[in-house]
């Protein structure tokens, strides 16, 4: 699977390290990302999911349902052709 959060989009960032005589060589930022299982009750199952860690506080905050609808919707509305 590819590192990348299920409900945010997360995904690395790519940058450079520069060195003291400014040499620049690539680098990669990763999300912190955390496997875990989270109870939707609107399905009555745990799903298991990639989340970066301000998904999972956002999900602590707001609940599963309301962020995993929310997450369907970026979803369908990035899959539109034509946007």
């Given at each position: 699977?590819?590192?990348?959060?299920?409900?945010?989009?997360?995904?690395?960032?790519?940058?450079?390290?520069?060195?003291?005589?400014?040499?620049?060589?690539?680098?990669r930022?990763?999300?912190?990302?955390?496997?875990?299982?989270?109870?939707?009750?609107?399905?009555?199952?745990?799903?298991?999911?990639?989340?970066?860690?301000?998904?999972?506080?956002?999900?602590?905050?707001?609940?599963?349902?309301?962020?995993?609808?929310?997450?369907?919707?970026?979803?369908?509305?990035?899959?539109?052709p034509?946007?």
């Open positions: 699977m590819a590192n990348r959060c299920e409900i945010t989009g997360k995904g690395p960032l790519v940058g450079h390290n520069v060195s003291h005589s400014m040499r620049h060589t690539k680098r930022q990763l999300p912190n990302l955390q496997t875990k299982r989270i109870w939707v009750p609107e399905e009555g199952r745990w799903v298991r999911m990639k989340l970066s860690t301000t998904a999972i506080k956002a999900i602590s905050r707001n609940g599963a349902g309301p962020m995993l609808a929310k997450a369907k919707k970026r979803a369908a509305t990035a899959r539109k034509g946007s």
